[in-house]
């Protein structure tokens, strides 16, 4: 069950909004600085959605919401190098992540989420 009030889960959005924004300005130093900041720039969009429905919605709405997102995401079959993930995609995946992680996300409600989602290519 999600305790945290709507003005503390907002906070610390902002906070990793901010440190996406940094990911940002720091992806021309990165080894493939194109990837780099696309995930970060994705991480920061789904930031500021996420502050939107956490105002709209509450923070059970919101998590609802973001867990129908979480399913609808393609799966890179758990290899992080893999280089035909779409670094959007992936951006979103760990700004979606690192959100379940913060509000305290039942790990089983997560786990379901994650078996909804079809792999690159179609493959599950």
């Not at 945290?4 to 924004?21: C, F, H, Q, T, Y």
């Not at 930031?47 to 919101?62: F, I, N, Q």
Request: hydrophobic share 40%; aromatic share 4%.
């Amino acid at each position: 069950m999600i305790q945290l009030n709507a003005e503390d889960v907002i906070r610390g959005l902002k906070r990793l909004k901010s440190l996406a924004k940094q990911d940002i300005l720091i992806s021309s130093l990165a080894p493939n600085p194109d990837l780099w900041m696309k995930m970060a720039t994705a991480r920061k969009q789904k930031y500021e959605t996420l502050m939107s429905l956490v105002e709209k919605h509450g923070v059970p709405g919101a998590c609802e919401i973001a867990l129908e997102q979480y399913a609808t995401l393609p799966v890179a079959n758990g290899d992080s190098a893999q280089t035909d993930t779409d670094p959007h995609a992936k951006g979103e995946e760990q700004a979606l992540e690192v959100f379940f992680k913060t509000i305290g996300v039942d790990g089983r409600a997560l786990k379901d989420a994650r078996a909804r989602r079809k792999g690159v290519g179609g493959v599950q």
